[in-house]
T-cell receptor
């Protein structure tokens, strides 16, 4: 099966500009996650969707970040306006469901988008 | 607050030696714990989870609720084990938290 697809793979923008990332999860996966991974740190969950509904966005900086998953399939993450501290790898992951029978399903990660804000 | 701590950023062991990657967590409930691994130029992928109590690629991890730890162990390290390892915690399938990772190098 095809894995999680993300584009672009690399993006360089100036601060205060806008940027958008796209993710296409594995077919049939109900749950989609966006993570931010700053250099030297672990992935930080920004937002979690189940189908087209938001399950958790408690760590999403809502003043500048937004995400949507129309039709419950692919998703876009937007930053507007970007700051220097947004430089990071943005990872998308998907799973069949977030949880069933008392345990979480495995997350399948995409290759990530490396964002550099100058 | 939920937190996952991996105290070692770098760990080097010789081939054939035992390896232990430490993970401690803080959580006031019953967490789900995972180990994810990222090999060079590959995607982050699940290695194992505490709920399944399985051994993957010779690695095991036991959840110790008393010590709030979930250390990853392998009795004999192999060169192909060299990778970045992340411990992760989930609260009821939501709100996943990852540690900062440990870079393991197995010396031939």
């Amino acid at each position: 099966e095809a894995g999680v697809a993300q584009s672009p793979r690399y993006k360089i923008i100036e601060k205060r500009q806008s940027v958008a990332f796209w993710c296409n999860p594995i077919s049939g996966h109900a749950t989609l996650y966006w993570y931010q991974q700053i250099l030297g740190q672990g992935p930080k969950l920004l937002i979690q969707f189940q189908n087209n509904g938001v399950v958790d966005d408690s760590q999403l900086p809502k003043d500048r970040f937004s995400a949507e998953r129309l039709k419950g399939v692919d998703s876009t993450l937007k930053i507007q306006p970007a700051k220097l501290e947004d430089s990071a790898v943005y990872l998308c992951a998907s799973s069949p469901l977030n949880r069933d029978r008392g345990h979480s399903y495995e997350q399948y990660f995409g290759p990530g988008t490396r964002l550099t804000v100058t | 607050a939920q937190r996952v701590t991996q105290p070692e950023k770098l760990l080097s062991v010789f081939k054939g030696a035992p390896v232990e990657l430490k993970c401690n967590y803080s959580y006031s409930g019953s967490p789900e714990l995972f180990w994810y691994v990222q090999y060079s130029r590959q995607r982050l992928q699940l290695l194992l989870r505490h709920i399944s109590r399985e051994s993957i690629k010779g690695f095991t991890a036991d959840l110790n609720k008393g010590e709030t730890s979930f250390h990853l162990k392998k009795p004999f390290a192999q060169e192909e084990d060299s990778a970045m390892y992340y411990c992760a915690l989930s609260r009821t399938g939501n709100q996943f938290y990852f540690g900062t990772g440990t870079s393991l190098t197995v010396i031939p």
